[in-house]
Protein backbone atom coordinates (compact mmCIF):
# COMPACT_ATOMS: atom_id res chain seq x y z
CA UNK A 1 0.00 0.00 0.00
CA UNK A 2 2.82 2.51 0.72
CA UNK A 3 2.93 5.98 2.24
CA UNK A 4 4.11 9.51 0.57
CA UNK A 5 4.77 12.88 1.81
CA UNK A 6 5.64 15.51 0.30
CA UNK A 7 7.57 19.17 2.11
CA UNK A 8 8.53 22.76 0.60
CA UNK A 9 8.36 25.77 2.65
CA UNK A 10 11.23 27.18 5.02
CA UNK A 11 12.28 24.13 7.82
CA UNK A 12 14.00 21.24 8.11
CA UNK A 13 12.49 19.17 5.37
CA UNK A 14 14.27 15.97 6.52
CA UNK A 15 12.87 16.31 9.93
CA UNK A 16 9.06 17.07 8.58
CA UNK A 17 9.44 13.93 6.37
CA UNK A 18 10.47 11.95 9.24
CA UNK A 19 8.19 12.76 11.46
CA UNK A 20 5.61 12.60 9.11
CA UNK A 21 6.35 9.26 7.91
CA UNK A 22 6.18 8.12 11.48
CA UNK A 23 2.72 8.51 11.02
CA UNK A 24 2.50 6.77 7.73
CA UNK A 25 4.90 3.43 8.65
CA UNK A 26 1.27 1.62 9.51
CA UNK A 27 0.98 2.22 5.72
CA UNK A 28 4.27 -0.07 5.12
CA UNK A 29 7.58 -1.24 6.81
CA UNK A 30 9.31 -2.76 4.08
CA UNK A 31 12.19 -0.27 3.37
CA UNK A 32 11.94 3.96 4.05
CA UNK A 33 13.52 6.96 2.00
CA UNK A 34 13.34 10.58 1.41
CA UNK A 35 15.12 13.08 -1.09
CA UNK A 36 15.72 16.60 0.42
CA UNK A 37 16.64 19.47 -1.97
CA UNK A 38 18.84 21.82 -0.78
CA UNK A 39 21.98 24.10 -2.04
CA UNK A 40 23.97 21.17 -3.05
CA UNK A 41 21.89 19.64 -4.93
CA UNK A 42 19.36 16.33 -4.15
CA UNK A 43 20.45 14.33 -1.37
CA UNK A 44 18.67 10.84 -1.12
CA UNK A 45 18.73 8.05 1.42
CA UNK A 46 17.10 4.92 1.27
CA UNK A 47 16.87 2.24 4.00
CA UNK A 48 15.92 -1.39 4.12
CA UNK A 49 13.11 -2.27 7.00
CA UNK A 50 11.85 -0.01 9.42
CA UNK A 51 11.52 3.57 9.59
CA UNK A 52 13.96 3.81 12.13
CA UNK A 53 16.65 2.40 9.74
CA UNK A 54 16.33 5.40 7.90
CA UNK A 55 15.92 7.58 11.05
CA UNK A 56 19.44 6.61 12.18
CA UNK A 57 21.00 6.96 9.02
CA UNK A 58 19.80 10.49 8.90
CA UNK A 59 21.11 11.42 12.36
CA UNK A 60 24.24 9.86 11.01
CA UNK A 61 24.56 12.49 8.23
CA UNK A 62 21.53 15.21 8.47
CA UNK A 63 20.25 15.84 5.04
CA UNK A 64 19.91 19.80 4.58
CA UNK A 65 17.52 21.42 2.38
CA UNK A 66 13.56 23.05 2.86
CA UNK A 67 11.76 21.04 0.20
CA UNK A 68 11.54 17.04 -0.05
CA UNK A 69 9.77 13.98 -0.83
CA UNK A 70 9.62 10.87 1.45
CA UNK A 71 7.95 6.91 1.10
CA UNK A 72 7.52 4.26 3.31
CA UNK A 73 7.36 1.16 1.10
CA UNK A 74 5.33 -1.87 1.02
CA UNK A 75 6.63 -3.91 -1.96
CA UNK A 76 4.22 -4.96 -4.52
CA UNK A 77 6.35 -4.86 -7.55
CA UNK A 78 10.69 -6.58 -6.12
CA UNK A 79 11.29 -7.42 -2.97
CA UNK A 80 11.99 -5.45 0.06
CA UNK A 81 15.80 -3.83 -0.79
CA UNK A 82 17.29 -0.52 -1.05
CA UNK A 83 17.19 -0.79 -5.01
CA UNK A 84 13.66 -0.81 -4.96
CA UNK A 85 13.14 1.63 -1.85
CA UNK A 86 11.82 4.90 -3.37
CA UNK A 87 12.50 7.75 -3.95
CA UNK A 88 13.19 6.11 -7.40
CA UNK A 89 16.16 8.71 -8.98
CA UNK A 90 16.40 9.48 -12.90
CA UNK A 91 19.04 12.74 -13.70
CA UNK A 92 18.16 15.33 -11.02
CA UNK A 93 14.55 13.95 -11.13
CA UNK A 94 13.32 12.04 -7.95
CA UNK A 95 9.75 10.36 -7.32
CA UNK A 96 7.58 8.22 -4.80
CA UNK A 97 4.88 6.51 -5.62
CA UNK A 98 2.21 4.55 -4.18
CA UNK A 99 -0.14 2.15 -6.21
CA UNK A 100 0.21 0.01 -9.02
CA UNK A 101 1.00 0.80 -12.87
CA UNK A 102 0.04 -1.87 -14.86
CA UNK A 103 1.83 -0.73 -17.83
CA UNK A 104 5.03 -0.36 -16.15
CA UNK A 105 6.52 -3.24 -18.57
CA UNK A 106 5.71 -1.38 -21.77
CA UNK A 107 6.64 1.43 -20.85
CA UNK A 108 10.14 0.11 -19.30
CA UNK A 109 10.55 -1.84 -22.45
CA UNK A 110 11.08 1.40 -24.51
CA UNK A 111 12.41 3.21 -21.97
CA UNK A 112 15.01 0.71 -21.86
CA UNK A 113 15.33 0.75 -25.52
CA UNK A 114 15.68 4.58 -25.23
CA UNK A 115 19.01 3.54 -23.54
CA UNK A 116 17.57 3.90 -19.50
CA UNK A 117 18.44 2.57 -17.36
CA UNK A 118 16.93 0.60 -14.35
CA UNK A 119 18.30 0.29 -10.91
CA UNK A 120 15.28 -1.78 -9.66
CA UNK A 121 12.84 -3.92 -10.10
CA UNK A 122 9.67 -1.57 -9.27
CA UNK A 123 6.94 -0.50 -11.44
CA UNK A 124 7.17 3.02 -10.07
CA UNK A 125 10.95 3.53 -11.25
CA UNK A 126 9.10 3.93 -14.78
CA UNK A 127 7.76 6.95 -13.45
CA UNK A 128 10.97 8.65 -12.60
CA UNK A 129 12.62 7.96 -16.28
CA UNK A 130 9.69 8.83 -18.01
CA UNK A 131 10.05 12.36 -16.18
CA UNK A 132 13.37 12.89 -16.54
CA UNK A 133 12.34 12.19 -20.81
CA UNK A 134 9.59 14.52 -20.69
CA UNK A 135 12.09 17.25 -19.35
CA UNK A 136 14.89 17.23 -21.95
CA UNK A 137 12.67 19.15 -24.44
CA UNK A 138 12.48 22.25 -21.88
CA UNK A 139 9.46 21.66 -20.98
CA UNK A 140 8.85 22.96 -17.06
CA UNK A 141 8.66 20.04 -14.47
CA UNK A 142 4.85 20.72 -14.02
CA UNK A 143 3.96 20.55 -17.67
CA UNK A 144 6.50 17.47 -18.07
CA UNK A 145 4.48 15.83 -15.54
CA UNK A 146 0.94 16.29 -17.02
CA UNK A 147 2.53 14.43 -19.87
CA UNK A 148 4.09 11.81 -17.67
CA UNK A 149 0.58 11.15 -16.24
CA UNK A 150 -1.48 10.35 -19.17
CA UNK A 151 0.75 8.19 -20.05
CA UNK A 152 0.24 5.97 -16.99
CA UNK A 153 -2.14 3.28 -16.42
CA UNK A 154 -3.17 1.43 -13.03
CA UNK A 155 -3.29 3.55 -9.67
CA UNK A 156 -1.42 6.08 -8.35
CA UNK A 157 -0.43 8.91 -6.34
CA UNK A 158 2.78 9.95 -6.51
CA UNK A 159 5.16 13.50 -5.86
CA UNK A 160 8.06 14.50 -7.72
CA UNK A 161 10.98 17.12 -7.04
CA UNK A 162 13.93 18.19 -9.87
CA UNK A 163 16.68 20.05 -9.15
CA UNK A 164 16.40 22.31 -11.78
CA UNK A 165 13.15 23.58 -10.28
CA UNK A 166 13.65 23.77 -6.70
CA UNK A 167 10.86 26.01 -5.62
CA UNK A 168 7.80 23.29 -6.40
CA UNK A 169 6.84 19.97 -6.14
CA UNK A 170 4.15 17.91 -8.54
CA UNK A 171 1.75 15.19 -7.27
CA UNK A 172 -1.00 13.56 -8.81
CA UNK A 173 -3.66 11.03 -7.43
CA UNK A 174 -5.68 7.63 -9.45
CA UNK A 175 -7.08 5.56 -7.21
CA UNK A 176 -4.45 6.31 -4.41
CA UNK A 177 -5.03 8.56 -1.67
CA UNK A 178 -3.31 12.01 -1.28
CA UNK A 179 -4.13 14.79 1.00
CA UNK A 180 -2.42 18.06 0.05
CA UNK A 181 -2.68 21.24 2.93
CA UNK A 182 -0.95 24.46 3.50
CA UNK A 183 0.04 26.76 6.19
CA UNK A 184 2.01 29.42 7.15
CA UNK A 185 5.06 29.56 4.55
CA UNK A 186 4.68 26.10 3.56
CA UNK A 187 2.62 23.51 1.57
CA UNK A 188 2.14 19.57 2.43
CA UNK A 189 1.37 16.20 0.65
CA UNK A 190 0.36 13.25 2.36
CA UNK A 191 -1.00 9.86 1.82
CA UNK A 192 -3.29 10.51 4.57
CA UNK A 193 -4.25 13.29 6.47
CA UNK A 194 -2.08 12.54 9.89
CA UNK A 195 1.64 14.38 9.23
CA UNK A 196 -0.39 17.48 8.11
CA UNK A 197 -2.31 17.83 11.67
CA UNK A 198 0.56 18.98 13.03
CA UNK A 199 0.98 21.59 10.73
CA UNK A 200 -2.32 22.60 9.39
CA UNK A 201 -5.34 21.54 10.32
CA UNK A 202 -6.91 22.67 6.64
CA UNK A 203 -6.21 20.17 4.09
CA UNK A 204 -7.52 19.23 0.36
CA UNK A 205 -8.22 16.16 -0.37
CA UNK A 206 -7.22 15.04 -4.19
CA UNK A 207 -9.51 13.25 -6.43
CA UNK A 208 -8.65 10.31 -8.89
CA UNK A 209 -7.61 12.56 -12.07
CA UNK A 210 -6.24 15.21 -10.26
CA UNK A 211 -2.33 16.58 -10.77
CA UNK A 212 -1.33 19.44 -8.34
CA UNK A 213 1.63 21.72 -8.62
CA UNK A 214 2.66 22.64 -4.92
CA UNK A 215 4.85 25.74 -3.62
CA UNK A 216 5.42 27.63 -0.74
CA UNK A 217 2.72 29.66 -1.19
CA UNK A 218 -0.31 26.73 -1.84
CA UNK A 219 -1.72 24.28 -3.84
CA UNK A 220 -2.82 24.67 -7.26
CA UNK A 221 -4.89 21.52 -8.54
CA UNK A 222 -5.71 20.72 -12.06
CA UNK A 223 -7.25 18.08 -14.11
CA UNK A 224 -4.81 15.74 -16.42
CA UNK A 225 -5.00 18.36 -19.39
CA UNK A 226 -4.09 21.30 -17.27
CA UNK A 227 -7.34 22.70 -16.74
CA UNK A 228 -7.90 24.19 -13.21
CA UNK A 229 -9.98 21.78 -10.68
CA UNK A 230 -11.68 23.24 -7.86
CA UNK A 231 -11.05 21.52 -4.73
CA UNK A 232 -12.71 22.60 -1.44
CA UNK A 233 -10.50 23.33 1.36
CA UNK A 234 -11.83 21.39 4.60
CA UNK A 235 -10.65 21.83 7.94
CA UNK A 236 -9.92 18.75 9.53
CA UNK A 237 -10.63 18.17 13.92
CA UNK A 238 -9.31 14.73 13.45
CA UNK A 239 -7.40 13.29 16.31
CA UNK A 240 -3.93 11.63 15.34
CA UNK A 241 -4.87 8.73 16.09
CA UNK A 242 -8.67 9.15 14.35
CA UNK A 243 -6.61 10.00 11.49
CA UNK A 244 -4.25 6.64 11.17
CA UNK A 245 -7.51 4.87 10.82
CA UNK A 246 -8.99 6.99 8.04
CA UNK A 247 -11.43 8.68 10.22
CA UNK A 248 -12.45 4.86 11.23
CA UNK A 249 -13.38 4.19 14.52
CA UNK A 250 -11.17 0.93 14.02
CA UNK A 251 -8.74 -0.68 11.40
CA UNK A 252 -10.92 -3.56 11.25
CA UNK A 253 -13.81 -1.47 9.95
CA UNK A 254 -11.38 0.35 8.02
CA UNK A 255 -9.86 -2.58 6.30
CA UNK A 256 -13.60 -3.94 5.52
CA UNK A 257 -14.13 -0.66 3.45
CA UNK A 258 -10.83 -0.89 1.93
CA UNK A 259 -12.20 -4.31 0.43
CA UNK A 260 -13.40 -3.05 -3.03
CA UNK A 261 -9.54 -0.91 -3.59
CA UNK A 262 -8.20 -4.23 -2.57
CA UNK A 263 -10.11 -6.87 -4.69
CA UNK A 264 -9.49 -4.10 -7.77
CA UNK A 265 -5.38 -4.03 -7.06
CA UNK A 266 -5.49 -8.12 -7.01
CA UNK A 267 -7.29 -8.14 -10.32
CA UNK A 268 -5.22 -5.11 -11.40
CA UNK A 269 -2.30 -6.00 -14.30
CA UNK A 270 -3.46 -9.81 -13.87
CA UNK A 271 -5.78 -10.06 -16.87
CA UNK A 272 -4.40 -8.88 -20.25
CA UNK A 273 -7.34 -8.17 -22.70
CA UNK A 274 -6.36 -9.85 -25.77
CA UNK A 275 -8.93 -12.29 -27.74
CA UNK A 276 -7.83 -14.58 -25.21
CA UNK A 277 -8.59 -13.67 -22.12
CA UNK A 278 -4.96 -14.78 -21.05
CA UNK A 279 -4.69 -14.47 -17.23
CA UNK A 280 -0.81 -13.28 -16.71
CA UNK A 281 0.92 -14.14 -13.42
CA UNK A 282 4.31 -13.02 -13.93
CA UNK A 283 5.40 -14.33 -10.69
CA UNK A 284 4.05 -17.85 -11.18
CA UNK A 285 6.72 -19.36 -12.17
CA UNK A 286 5.22 -22.91 -12.39
CA UNK A 287 5.09 -23.80 -16.03
CA UNK A 288 2.08 -25.13 -17.95
CA UNK A 289 3.38 -28.46 -17.85
CA UNK A 290 4.39 -28.04 -14.41
CA UNK A 291 0.24 -27.21 -14.02
CA UNK A 292 -0.57 -30.36 -16.78
CA UNK A 293 1.63 -32.97 -15.11
CA UNK A 294 0.65 -32.31 -11.49
CA UNK A 295 -1.05 -35.71 -10.14
CA UNK A 296 -2.60 -33.88 -7.23
CA UNK A 297 -3.42 -30.04 -6.00
CA UNK A 298 -2.92 -29.85 -2.22
CA UNK A 299 -4.17 -26.87 -0.18
CA UNK A 300 -2.71 -26.11 2.93
CA UNK A 301 -3.30 -22.90 5.22
CA UNK A 302 -4.78 -22.08 8.68
CA UNK A 303 -7.27 -19.78 10.42
CA UNK A 304 -9.20 -17.38 8.03
CA UNK A 305 -6.89 -18.66 5.11
CA UNK A 306 -7.69 -22.15 5.37
CA UNK A 307 -11.42 -21.28 5.29
CA UNK A 308 -10.54 -19.44 1.71
CA UNK A 309 -8.70 -22.32 1.23
CA UNK A 310 -11.73 -24.94 1.37
CA UNK A 311 -13.85 -22.20 -0.73
CA UNK A 312 -11.00 -22.77 -3.28
CA UNK A 313 -11.38 -26.48 -2.85
CA UNK A 314 -15.07 -26.18 -4.11
CA UNK A 315 -14.30 -23.60 -6.73
CA UNK A 316 -11.67 -25.37 -8.74
CA UNK A 317 -13.52 -29.04 -8.42
CA UNK A 318 -16.35 -27.18 -9.97
CA UNK A 319 -14.03 -24.82 -12.78
CA UNK A 320 -11.57 -27.31 -13.05
CA UNK A 321 -12.84 -30.88 -12.43
CA UNK A 322 -10.18 -31.85 -10.32
CA UNK A 323 -9.99 -33.34 -6.85
CA UNK A 324 -8.16 -31.18 -4.24
CA UNK A 325 -6.96 -32.31 -0.69
CA UNK A 326 -7.22 -29.03 1.86
CA UNK A 327 -5.38 -29.12 5.06
CA UNK A 328 -4.61 -27.61 8.02
CA UNK A 329 -1.19 -26.72 8.46
CA UNK A 330 -0.40 -28.10 11.85
CA UNK A 331 -2.18 -31.13 11.09
CA UNK A 332 -0.79 -31.83 7.19
CA UNK A 333 2.55 -31.46 9.34
CA UNK A 334 2.04 -34.69 11.36
CA UNK A 335 0.17 -37.08 9.39
CA UNK A 336 1.29 -39.68 6.83
CA UNK A 337 1.79 -37.43 4.04
CA UNK A 338 0.39 -38.41 0.44
CA UNK A 339 2.46 -35.32 -1.62
CA UNK A 340 3.96 -36.27 -4.72
CA UNK A 341 6.77 -35.57 -7.06
CA UNK A 342 5.27 -33.14 -9.36
CA UNK A 343 2.03 -32.68 -7.25
CA UNK A 344 0.74 -28.76 -7.06
CA UNK A 345 1.22 -27.41 -3.48
CA UNK A 346 -0.83 -23.77 -2.60
CA UNK A 347 0.17 -22.42 0.38
CA UNK A 348 -2.26 -19.68 1.44
CA UNK A 349 -1.12 -17.14 3.83
CA UNK A 350 -2.18 -12.85 4.82
CA UNK A 351 1.76 -12.86 6.52
CA UNK A 352 3.58 -15.68 5.08
CA UNK A 353 4.97 -15.96 8.02
CA UNK A 354 2.48 -18.72 9.83
CA UNK A 355 4.94 -21.23 11.12
CA UNK A 356 2.22 -24.48 10.57
CA UNK A 357 1.83 -23.08 7.19
CA UNK A 358 5.27 -22.50 6.43
CA UNK A 359 6.75 -25.72 8.13
CA UNK A 360 3.96 -27.76 5.44
CA UNK A 361 4.99 -26.16 2.62
CA UNK A 362 8.92 -27.07 3.46
CA UNK A 363 7.63 -30.65 3.54
CA UNK A 364 5.63 -30.94 0.65
CA UNK A 365 8.75 -29.37 -1.14
CA UNK A 366 11.09 -32.04 0.05
CA UNK A 367 8.44 -34.54 -1.09
CA UNK A 368 9.03 -33.28 -4.73
CA UNK A 369 5.54 -30.91 -4.92
CA UNK A 370 6.03 -27.70 -6.33
CA UNK A 371 5.07 -25.05 -4.39
CA UNK A 372 2.78 -22.16 -4.69
CA UNK A 373 2.21 -19.55 -2.15
CA UNK A 374 -0.53 -16.98 -1.56
CA UNK A 375 0.45 -14.49 0.33
CA UNK A 376 -0.17 -10.87 1.25
CA UNK A 377 3.62 -9.79 2.24
CA UNK A 378 5.74 -9.48 -0.33
CA UNK A 379 9.06 -10.61 0.60
CA UNK A 380 8.10 -13.15 3.33
CA UNK A 381 9.40 -15.92 4.02
CA UNK A 382 6.72 -18.36 2.41
CA UNK A 383 6.96 -16.05 -0.55
CA UNK A 384 10.97 -16.12 -0.74
CA UNK A 385 10.95 -20.39 -0.17
CA UNK A 386 7.91 -20.85 -2.78
CA UNK A 387 8.62 -22.00 -6.58
CA UNK A 388 6.25 -19.28 -7.60
CA UNK A 389 4.22 -16.72 -5.66
CA UNK A 390 0.84 -15.10 -6.73
CA UNK A 391 0.54 -11.69 -4.38
CA UNK A 392 -2.78 -10.97 -3.26
CA UNK A 393 -2.31 -7.21 -3.27
CA UNK A 394 -4.74 -6.48 -0.59
CA UNK A 395 -2.52 -3.68 1.84
CA UNK A 396 -0.91 -3.76 4.95
CA UNK A 397 -3.24 -5.60 7.04
CA UNK A 398 -3.60 -4.61 10.87
CA UNK A 399 -6.62 -4.85 12.60
CA UNK A 400 -5.85 -8.79 14.10
CA UNK A 401 -9.13 -10.33 12.63
CA UNK A 402 -8.51 -10.90 8.95
CA UNK A 403 -10.92 -9.19 6.77
CA UNK A 404 -9.78 -7.97 3.46
CA UNK A 405 -6.62 -10.63 3.43
CA UNK A 406 -9.15 -12.97 3.17
CA UNK A 407 -11.55 -11.58 0.27
CA UNK A 408 -7.94 -10.93 -1.64
CA UNK A 409 -6.96 -14.98 -1.46
CA UNK A 410 -10.88 -15.71 -2.72
CA UNK A 411 -10.06 -13.20 -5.81
CA UNK A 412 -6.29 -14.83 -6.03
CA UNK A 413 -7.79 -18.24 -5.97
CA UNK A 414 -10.50 -17.37 -9.15
CA UNK A 415 -7.64 -16.01 -11.10
CA UNK A 416 -5.61 -19.59 -10.62
CA UNK A 417 -8.22 -21.45 -11.57
CA UNK A 418 -9.02 -19.81 -14.52
CA UNK A 419 -5.01 -19.92 -15.29
CA UNK A 420 -4.94 -23.38 -14.70
CA UNK A 421 -8.24 -24.15 -16.31
CA UNK A 422 -7.08 -22.36 -19.43
CA UNK A 423 -3.60 -24.36 -18.87
CA UNK A 424 -5.81 -27.61 -19.00
CA UNK A 425 -7.53 -26.61 -21.73
CA UNK A 426 -10.75 -26.88 -19.80
CA UNK A 427 -11.75 -23.33 -19.85
CA UNK A 428 -12.80 -22.17 -22.97
CA UNK A 429 -11.54 -18.53 -24.05
CA UNK A 430 -14.69 -16.89 -24.42
CA UNK A 431 -15.50 -18.73 -20.46
CA UNK A 432 -12.68 -17.43 -18.95
CA UNK A 433 -13.17 -13.97 -20.82
CA UNK A 434 -17.02 -14.01 -19.26
CA UNK A 435 -15.71 -14.71 -15.55
CA UNK A 436 -13.30 -12.45 -15.40
CA UNK A 437 -16.56 -9.49 -16.09
CA UNK A 438 -17.79 -11.35 -13.41
CA UNK A 439 -14.83 -10.93 -11.48
CA UNK A 440 -14.45 -7.31 -12.06
CA UNK A 441 -17.59 -6.42 -10.78
CA UNK A 442 -16.89 -7.61 -7.34
CA UNK A 443 -15.89 -4.48 -5.83
CA UNK A 444 -19.53 -3.07 -7.04
CA UNK A 445 -21.21 -6.12 -5.59
CA UNK A 446 -18.84 -5.43 -2.31
CA UNK A 447 -20.04 -1.47 -2.66
CA UNK A 448 -23.53 -2.67 -2.04
CA UNK A 449 -23.37 -4.75 0.67
CA UNK A 450 -20.90 -1.68 2.55
CA UNK A 451 -23.62 0.57 1.90
CA UNK A 452 -26.34 -1.35 3.91
CA UNK A 453 -24.17 -1.51 6.90
CA UNK A 454 -27.03 -0.06 8.72
CA UNK A 455 -29.08 -3.23 8.28
CA UNK A 456 -26.12 -5.21 9.86
CA UNK A 457 -25.63 -2.81 12.61
CA UNK A 458 -29.72 -3.23 13.50
CA UNK A 459 -29.49 -7.18 13.27
CA UNK A 460 -26.26 -7.00 15.94
CA UNK A 461 -28.08 -4.51 18.31
CA UNK A 462 -30.79 -7.38 18.63
CA UNK A 463 -28.39 -10.44 19.22
CA UNK A 464 -25.36 -8.91 21.05
CA UNK A 465 -26.23 -10.34 24.43
CA UNK A 466 -26.62 -13.84 23.12
CA UNK A 467 -23.76 -16.09 24.28
CA UNK A 468 -23.97 -18.89 21.44
CA UNK A 469 -24.31 -18.79 17.37
CA UNK A 470 -24.62 -21.00 14.94
CA UNK A 471 -23.67 -20.54 11.21
CA UNK A 472 -24.93 -22.75 8.75
CA UNK A 473 -24.16 -23.09 4.72
CA UNK A 474 -24.05 -25.68 1.93
CA UNK A 475 -21.80 -26.12 -0.61
CA UNK A 476 -19.43 -23.15 -1.03
CA UNK A 477 -20.45 -21.11 1.82
CA UNK A 478 -19.98 -23.71 3.97
CA UNK A 479 -16.75 -22.52 4.05
CA UNK A 480 -18.19 -19.15 4.32
CA UNK A 481 -20.34 -20.19 7.33
CA UNK A 482 -17.11 -21.29 9.31
CA UNK A 483 -15.33 -17.43 8.24
CA UNK A 484 -18.62 -16.41 10.00
CA UNK A 485 -18.52 -18.33 13.23
CA UNK A 486 -14.40 -17.80 13.39
CA UNK A 487 -14.90 -13.87 13.06
CA UNK A 488 -17.95 -13.58 15.84
CA UNK A 489 -16.08 -15.77 17.82
CA UNK A 490 -12.27 -13.65 18.07
CA UNK A 491 -13.56 -10.42 18.25
CA UNK A 492 -16.93 -10.76 20.83
CA UNK A 493 -15.62 -13.88 22.59
CA UNK A 494 -18.93 -15.13 22.17
CA UNK A 495 -19.20 -19.17 21.18
CA UNK A 496 -20.15 -19.98 17.48
CA UNK A 497 -19.89 -22.36 15.48
CA UNK A 498 -20.19 -22.78 11.56
CA UNK A 499 -21.84 -26.32 10.24
CA UNK A 500 -21.93 -27.41 7.27
CA UNK A 501 -26.38 -27.09 6.94
CA UNK A 502 -27.45 -30.81 5.69
CA UNK A 503 -25.45 -31.84 9.21
CA UNK A 504 -27.39 -29.82 11.69
CA UNK A 505 -29.98 -33.10 12.21
CA UNK A 506 -27.04 -35.50 12.47
CA UNK A 507 -26.31 -33.76 15.93
CA UNK A 508 -25.93 -29.79 16.28
CA UNK A 509 -29.56 -29.21 16.09
CA UNK A 510 -29.51 -30.36 19.28
CA UNK A 511 -28.15 -27.26 20.41
CA UNK A 512 -30.88 -25.29 18.67
CA UNK A 513 -33.23 -23.24 21.23
CA UNK A 514 -34.83 -19.45 21.35
CA UNK A 515 -32.04 -18.64 22.83
CA UNK A 516 -29.65 -19.64 19.33
CA UNK A 517 -29.41 -17.12 17.19
CA UNK A 518 -28.59 -19.07 13.54
CA UNK A 519 -27.13 -17.35 10.63
CA UNK A 520 -28.10 -19.11 7.35
CA UNK A 521 -26.30 -18.29 4.18
CA UNK A 522 -28.95 -18.76 1.65
CA UNK A 523 -28.06 -17.30 -1.89
CA UNK A 524 -29.37 -18.00 -4.97
CA UNK A 525 -27.59 -21.19 -5.99
CA UNK A 526 -28.75 -24.70 -6.85
CA UNK A 527 -28.70 -25.51 -3.27
CA UNK A 528 -31.10 -22.70 -2.26
CA UNK A 529 -34.18 -25.33 -1.45
CA UNK A 530 -31.79 -27.10 0.62
CA UNK A 531 -31.08 -24.80 2.46
CA UNK A 532 -34.31 -23.34 3.14
CA UNK A 533 -35.61 -26.56 4.20
CA UNK A 534 -32.65 -26.24 7.10
CA UNK A 535 -33.68 -23.07 7.77
CA UNK A 536 -36.73 -24.64 8.43
CA UNK A 537 -35.64 -27.37 10.36
CA UNK A 538 -34.03 -24.90 13.01
CA UNK A 539 -36.86 -22.21 12.55
CA UNK A 540 -39.44 -24.90 13.87
CA UNK A 541 -36.99 -25.34 16.87
CA UNK A 542 -37.58 -21.72 17.91
CA UNK A 543 -33.85 -20.72 16.85
CA UNK A 544 -33.60 -16.49 15.48
CA UNK A 545 -33.05 -17.05 12.42
CA UNK A 546 -31.05 -14.45 10.53
CA UNK A 547 -30.98 -15.16 7.13
CA UNK A 548 -28.50 -13.57 4.11
CA UNK A 549 -29.94 -14.29 0.72
CA UNK A 550 -29.93 -13.17 -2.72
CA UNK A 551 -32.25 -10.00 -3.80
CA UNK A 552 -34.89 -12.18 -5.99
CA UNK A 553 -35.66 -14.64 -3.69
CA UNK A 554 -38.60 -13.30 -1.43
CA UNK A 555 -39.82 -16.34 0.63
CA UNK A 556 -37.79 -16.24 3.61
CA UNK A 557 -39.38 -13.11 4.82
CA UNK A 558 -41.86 -14.56 6.59
CA UNK A 559 -39.91 -17.37 8.05
CA UNK A 560 -36.41 -15.38 9.17
CA UNK A 561 -36.45 -13.05 12.06
CA UNK A 562 -34.26 -10.88 9.91
CA UNK A 563 -32.74 -10.72 5.91
CA UNK A 564 -30.07 -8.94 4.45
CA UNK A 565 -29.49 -9.36 0.61
CA UNK A 566 -26.87 -9.53 -1.27
CA UNK A 567 -27.66 -8.20 -4.91
CA UNK A 568 -29.02 -11.07 -7.73
CA UNK A 569 -26.16 -10.28 -10.08
CA UNK A 570 -23.58 -11.99 -8.36
CA UNK A 571 -22.79 -15.75 -9.84
CA UNK A 572 -22.99 -18.35 -7.01
CA UNK A 573 -19.54 -19.14 -7.54
CA UNK A 574 -18.89 -15.66 -6.48
CA UNK A 575 -21.19 -15.47 -3.80
CA UNK A 576 -18.68 -16.31 -0.47
CA UNK A 577 -17.17 -12.69 -1.36
CA UNK A 578 -19.93 -10.42 -0.24
CA UNK A 579 -21.97 -12.65 2.14
CA UNK A 580 -18.39 -12.34 3.50
CA UNK A 581 -18.04 -8.91 4.11
CA UNK A 582 -21.68 -8.92 5.52
CA UNK A 583 -20.59 -11.59 7.92
CA UNK A 584 -17.50 -9.32 9.06
CA UNK A 585 -19.74 -6.47 9.48
CA UNK A 586 -21.84 -8.51 11.69
CA UNK A 587 -19.24 -9.50 13.84
CA UNK A 588 -17.66 -6.24 13.90
CA UNK A 589 -20.80 -4.56 15.11
CA UNK A 590 -21.22 -7.36 17.97
CA UNK A 591 -18.21 -6.87 18.96
CA UNK A 592 -18.40 -2.92 19.76
CA UNK A 593 -21.96 -3.62 20.98
CA UNK A 594 -20.50 -6.29 23.83
CA UNK A 595 -17.74 -3.72 24.50
CA UNK A 596 -14.40 -5.11 23.12
CA UNK A 597 -10.92 -4.12 21.83
CA UNK A 598 -12.00 -5.71 17.92
CA UNK A 599 -8.47 -4.63 16.98
CA UNK A 600 -6.64 -6.30 19.09
CA UNK A 601 -8.58 -9.11 20.70
CA UNK A 602 -7.82 -11.00 23.91
CA UNK A 603 -4.88 -13.93 23.29
CA UNK A 604 -4.11 -13.68 19.80
CA UNK A 605 -1.64 -12.20 17.14
CA UNK A 606 -1.39 -11.12 14.23
CA UNK A 607 0.81 -13.00 12.95
CA UNK A 608 1.14 -16.72 14.43
CA UNK A 609 4.92 -17.44 14.10
CA UNK A 610 5.14 -20.21 16.47
CA UNK A 611 4.13 -24.00 15.86
O1 LIG B 1 -1.11 -14.95 8.06
P1 LIG B 1 -1.95 -16.18 7.86
O2 LIG B 1 -3.03 -15.98 6.85
O3 LIG B 1 -1.15 -17.41 7.59
O4 LIG B 1 -2.67 -16.40 9.27
C1 LIG B 1 -3.45 -17.52 9.51
C2 LIG B 1 -4.28 -17.34 10.76
O5 LIG B 1 -3.47 -17.17 11.88
C3 LIG B 1 -5.24 -16.15 10.66
O6 LIG B 1 -6.05 -16.24 9.52
C4 LIG B 1 -6.12 -16.04 11.90
O7 LIG B 1 -7.02 -17.11 11.94
C5 LIG B 1 -6.84 -14.70 11.94
N1 LIG B 1 -6.85 -14.19 13.28
C6 LIG B 1 -8.26 -14.78 11.48
O8 LIG B 1 -8.97 -13.60 11.61
Not at 60 to 88: D, F, K, V
Not at 375 to 381: A, I, L, M, Q, Y
Request: net charge negative; glycine share 10%; charged share 25%.
Amino acid sequence: MCGIIGYIGDADAAGVLLEGLKRLEYRGYDSAGMAVLGRGGLDVRRRVGVLRHLEDEVRRAPLAGTAGIGHTRWATHGQPSEENAHPHRSGDVVVVHNGIIENYLDLKRRLQGEGFAFASETDAEVIAHLLARAMRDGRSLPQAFQAVVGELQGSYAIAGLCEREPDVLVAARSGCPLVAGHGGEASFLASDVTPLLAHTRRVQFLEDGDVAVVTRRGVTVTDADGRPVDRDTVAVDWTTETAEKGGYPHFMLKEIHEQPQAILDTLRGRTVVDDAGRVSFPDVTITPDEFRAAGQIWIVACGTSWHAGLVGKYLFEELLHKPVHVDIGSEFRYRKSMVRKGDIFLALSQSGETADTLDAAREARRLGARVLSVVNVVGSTMARESDGVLYTRCGLEISVASTKAFTGQLVALHLLALHIGRVHGILKERAIREWLDQLRQLPGHVEDVIKRDGELLAVAKRFYQKNNFLYLGRWINYPIALEGALKLKEISYIHAEGYAAGEMKHGPIALVDEDVPVVVLAPQDRLYRKTVSNLMEVKTRKAPVIAFTSEGELDLEDVADCVFRIPDAVPPLLAPVPLTVALQLLAYHIGVLRGIDVDRPRNLAKSVTVE
